[in-house]
């Protein structure tokens, strides 16, 4: 699968495979958990809304709330308890919580070079510019994701780590010499010329009618 999705991407966005075998990995355990918590509890995944039959408020909840936790945590944590005293009992997702490993064996994991000259090992490094010392960071290409039984590197495109000077004269210059190439558009005439003009015109026409 991890092949597949490397093939359709493109070479700059392949750093986010990992990403997606994630979710897709996450929504199945996710589904299969709510199926099984219906099923043994009742719970009602989907109603009625506009003629359409959409995910239910609770569906919603238990999102929210199992997002913290890896597939294998949501299953080990339901099994764990649907096994115990308190299975007859509808689970709070605390419950689901507190008998889910602390292990995440099935996350992905991120790491960086502590040796790493450029962000020390926080997986951030600055950038500098040259003209203003103002300072900003990005993402160091250090940085490693461990996911299932690949391993997945930032393939970022590295900005300098220092920014060149913009020389800002020669765009002054262009955008001089376009706007003398532009036409010029004449602003419109107040009253009082335009006036003037007629009455000039009346006076060159009668002169030349009296030829």
């Keep these: 699968m991890a092949t597949e999705l490397q093939k359709q991407q493109p070479q700059g966005e392949q750093v986010e495979t990992w990403k997606l075998l994630y979710e897709r990995a996450w929504e199945q355990a996710f589904n299969e958990f709510m199926f099984l918590m219906a099923e043994e509890y009742s719970l009602e995944l989907l109603i009625e809304s506009n003629g359409q039959r959409v995910p239910s408020p609770t569906v ?15 299953r080990e944590g339901l099994r764990v308890y649907m096994r115990s005293e308190r299975r007859t009992f509808k689970p709070k997702p605390q419950d689901i919580r507190d008998n889910a490993s602390e292990v995440e064996k099935d996350k ?19 950038v500098i510019s040259s003209c203003t010392k103002n300072r900003r960071v990005t993402r160091c290409e250090c940085e490693r994701v461990i996911y299932g039984d690949q391993v997945y590197q930032r393939k970022i ?4 780590k220092y920014e060149p000077e913009v020389n800002a004269l020669p765009v002054v210059e262009k955008l001089e010499q376009e706007a003398k190439r532009m036409p010029r558009v004449a602003r419109p005439l107040s009253d ?11 006076e060159q026409k009668e002169k030349l009618n009296a030829k």
């Design 60 to 74: 919603a909840l238990w999102r929210e709330e199992m997002a913290g936790l890896s597939p294998s945590q949501m």
């Design 108 to 126: 992905p994991q991120v790491k960086r070079d502590p040796n790493c000259k450029w962000c020390s090992g926080t997986g951030w490094r600055d």
């Design 157 to 160: 495109l590295a900005a300098p």
């Design 192 to 202: 009082a010329e335009s006036n003037r003009r007629e009455q000039l015109l009346r």
